[in-house]
């Protein structure tokens, strides 16, 4: 089944989304990878707000990558932008979901121990190495935090425009495709 | 500077600076074929759904010019040189000077972090990187150079196992599946697998690495590493790990071997995991500066 959501999206939406559906996204995303779960971590454990930009991303999406950039004429713009495997965020995932208020995560892979029942959240597949065609679905790059972290690493606020095919392949009701 | 090897230099500054951009920007025809028929045999809708947008982003990264995936990894160079081929300056400096460039240009991600301080040089260079490998062919006077640009989610899961001799040979096929089975769709699958048998810790790795560099379809030269090829290629596909782990026939591509004699005491065996999107591109130059082929 296809469904389309728009972003920021209520939680409530994402119940009828079942695994093997396929997805299309609108709206704001932003990107997340390694360092930046770890600094989000460093702020929870610190009790630290987060900078104000972030109280824009309730209920959108969080994607698992580390897009190539390049500042043209002072405006950045996504060269490539597919997915990086989501495994290596497993230990942090459930508390910084938490603690933004998303739920919906999109990677490559699939996560272990993430707690989609009680935190209401989805994992959504987009195809690995499928850098090129994502760069045609992001439409604007709207903000971008911690770039001190390297461009790759940097939080990345995004608006996308039917950005898909996603399948779900961790469901609200914790059915994964994964075996 | 002699003259002729500044315009040998010069010419594999050129086509290096090419074949860069032609591996992260376009898929070589072997992988793209095997995707084309692979669409027209799966029948699974998921499967279906990945296959599509795979072979549009062949089509349009080539198109646009712009990287297939935004891990333009680490950029494998990998050298054949023949014993008469000129003395050339220096190659980490050329491929130093080419790469920094690209990273702008094309442009690449920068994928050079201090394992101590953890800063990107954001130039993909610097310390011991990117990694260059050269190999002296006797009674050559060409060079052949290579290059593999490695993303990090497939080399995560590379491998060395050091096993016993005793048993080495019957338990290595069963513990690599048992690897591929493990890392399910963190790699990218379906994935290629280059293998070192035999040889010592680093040699095994190395020729590992240099398995990938042979075209899928194409098996090895000896009877009995071939048919280990196909063995453990076959078994590999009975995991149904598929496209990106969600399911499917094909979980690995292609398996590739490479031998070297063992140490009586050791039976060593280098894993490399390569992704689907399995880039490299290469070019033969004689020592006259006469491109052989390019690739």
């Known amino acids: 089944m296809r469904h389309n959501i728009n972003l920021p999206t209520k939680v409530e939406d994402l119940l009828p ?42 209920n959108t999406a969080l994607y698992h990558c580390g897009p190539i950039i390049k500042k043209i004429n002072e405006k950045y713009k996504i060269i490539s932008a597919g997915p990086t495997t989501s495994a290596r965020m497993n230990s942090v995932e ?75 392949a961790q469901d609200i009701s914790g059915n994964s495709l994964y075996k | 500077m002699d003259n002729k090897i500044e315009i040998l230099e010069k010419k594999i500054t050129g086509l290096v600076r090419k074949a860069i951009k032609q591996a992260v920007t376009t898929i070589p025809e072997d992988i793209f074929n095997f ?34 995936c935004q891990d333009t990894g680490i950029l494998n160079f990998y050298i054949k040189l023949g014993n008469k081929f000129p003395i050339i300056s220096s190659f980490r400096n050329i491929i130093d000077k080419v790469v920094q460039e690209a990273t702008t240009d094309i442009p690449l991600r920068s994928n050079s972090v201090d394992p101590i301080t953890n800063k990107n040089t954001e130039t993909n260079i610097g310390l011991n990187s990117p990694p260059i490998s050269i190999e002296i062919i006797d009674s050559s006077s060409d060079i052949e150079i290579f290059i593999l640009p490695k993303g990090g989610g497939a080399e995560n899961i590379s491998k060395l196992f050091m096993l016993d001799p005793i048993d080495g040979l019957e338990k290595f096929p069963l513990i690599i599946k048992e690897l591929v089975q493990e890392a399910g769709g963190k790699p990218c699958p379906p994935i290629i697998l280059g293998i070192g048998l035999g040889g010592d810790a680093s040699n095994s790795m190395i020729l590992a690495k240099k398995a990938l560099l042979r075209p899928i379809g194409v098996r090895h030269e000896r009877q009995d590493v071939a048919e280990l090829e ?22 690995c591509i292609d398996v590739h071997i490479e031998v070297s004699m063992r140490h009586p005491a050791s039976f060593p065996v280098g894993v490399i995991v390569q992704c689907y999107c399995h880039r490299i591109a290469s070019f033969k130059i004689n020592k006259e500066g006469e491109l052989i082929y390019e690739a």
């Not at chain 1, 630290?48 to 824009?56: A, D, R, T, V, Y």
């Not at chain 1, 490559?108 to 760069?135: F, Q, R, T």
């Not at chain 2, 453990?232 to 979980?251: A, D, P």
């Open chain 1, 17 to 58: 989304l079942k695994i093997g559906d396929i997805v299309y996204l609108n709206g704001s995303i932003i990107t997340a990878r390694d360092l930046a779960h770890k600094r989000i971590s460093n702020y929870i454990h610190e009790k630290k707000p987060l900078p104000h930009s972030f109280n824009k991303i309730k």
């Open chain 1, 94 to 168: 459930n508390d910084i979901i938490k603690f933004l208020d998303i739920h919906i995560l999109i990677g490559k892979g699939g996560m272990k121990n993430l707690d989609e029942k009680n935190l209401k959240v989805i994992y959504l597949s987009y195809p690995g190495g499928c850098g090129a065609v994502a760069s045609r679905m992001i439409k604007e790059v709207v903000h971008v935090e911690w770039l001190d972290l390297g461009s790759s690493e940097a939080v990345w606020f995004l608006r996308v425009d039917q950005f898909g095919p996603l399948i779900v």
């Open chain 2, 35 to 68: 995707f084309k028929k692979l669409y027209k045999e799966e029948d699974n809708e998921i499967s279906q759904t990945q296959l599509r947008l795979i072979l549009e982003n062949f089509q349009y990264g080539k198109k646009a010019e712009i990287p297939l």
């Open chain 2, 230 to 251: 196909l063995k453990i290629k076959n078994s590999l596909n009975e995991l149904n790990i598929g496209i990106m782990g969600l399911g499917g026939k094909v979980t």
